[in-house]
């Protein structure tokens, strides 16, 4: 069975640092990688997704994120936050029989400091 | 272009009460559909999923149901609601290699 695990639960930054956010995936195979985005109260927005290819994968926002077999990682980057950042980040893979079928991870919530 | 839409966006119902939460897709057919519940403090889990008319799995046993009655319409159902079904409640399809999210419902129940 699939899994994902974001260990950071919340993370604060002051605006203009650098960001990561972790994500570590559990699969036999290479699964398909997701992030998405969630402002309070509305619904998921995609960032950027991984299938296969170049492990460095550009998303909107000017986030990246960047694929490492050998950590099970899908790590999320992005070398300048602004304000407007601050929402909760999941992580998500999948890949299995089911197309679409997406497991989840418990989500990272980050707050921006002025 | 596809979209989807999702309600009613926020519902406070009584212990006891029935529920209906309505999903429908435009823009595309025979979409794989979602339904997933993100409780407080948590990642979202999934319930139910579709990949068309009358064919539902389920993910986890629960006090809820689903049904496909068109291609692209998912209803998510309770005949009885319990305080643990308090939740945020968000329908997906699949399509395009991604998932594509509604605005979800906020269901309080009291």
């Known amino acids: 069975a699939q899994s994902v695990t974001q260990p950071d639960i919340h993370i604060t930054v002051s605006e203009g640092a650098s960001l990561e956010l972790r994500c570590n995936y559990s699969?036999?195979?290479?699964?398909?990688l997701f992030w998405y985005v969630q402002s309070p109260g509305q619904g998921l927005q995609l960032l950027l997704k991984?299938?296969?290819?170049?492990?460095l994968v550009q998303g909107i926002k000017g986030f990246e994120a960047e694929f490492k077999r050998s950590q099970s990682s899908f790590n999320l980057r992005k070398p300048s936050v602004h304000w407007s950042d601050a929402a909760e980040y999941f992580c998500?893979?999948?890949?299995?029989?089911?197309?679409?079928?997406?497991?989840f991870g418990r989500g990272t919530q980050l707050t921006v400091w002025p | 272009s596809q979209t989807i839409h999702q309600w009613p966006a926020t519902l406070v119902q009584p212990v006891g009460s029935p529920l209906s939460l309505e999903c429908t897709v435009e823009?595309?057919?025979?979409?794989?559909l979602y339904w997933y519940r993100q409780a407080a403090g948590r990642g979202l889990q999934l319930l139910f999923y579709?990949?068309?008319?009358?064919?539902i799995s389920s993910e986890v046993p629960q006090n809820l149901s689903a049904s496909r009655p068109q291609d692209r319409q998912f209803i998510l159902s309770s005949k009885k609601l319990l305080l643990s079904d308090s939740g945020f409640y968000l329908c997906?399809?699949?399509?395009?290699?991604?998932?594509?999210f509604g605005q979800g419902t906020r269901l309080t129940v009291v």
């Open positions: 998500a893979s999948g890949g299995g029989s089911t197309l679409g079928r997406l497991y």
């Open positions: 699969y036999g195979a290479t699964p398909y």
């Open positions: 991984y299938f296969s290819g170049d492990t």
């Open positions: 823009g595309t057919s025979n979409p794989n």
């Open positions: 579709s990949v068309g008319i009358g064919q």
């Open positions: 997906a399809w699949w399509g395009l290699g991604e998932a594509f």
